[in-house]
């Protein structure tokens, strides 16, 4: 059971500036380094933080 975690407005202002940063990586790569900030960051711990990256990269097409 995926448990949606909730992100606050500058969660999501740090999610949207890496994005940018990204933008010349393929979709893997992009969901490595997403999650690297997300750790860094301190927005998710752990396997629940790759689910966030992995659903901004691939499910929702790079968008928080």
């Not at 900030?37 to 998710?44: A, H, K, R």
Request: proline residues 2%; negative net charge.
């Amino acid at each position: 059971m995926t448990q949606k975690i909730e992100l606050t407005p500058a969660d999501t202002g740090i999610i949207a500036a890496t994005l940018d940063d990204l933008v010349h990586l393929g979709d893997d790569d992009a969901t490595d380094a997403l999650f690297v900030s997300i750790l860094d960051n301190g927005i998710s711990k752990g396997s629940e933080g790759f689910a966030l990256a992995y659903q901004i990269i691939h499910e929702n097409k790079r968008s928080v």
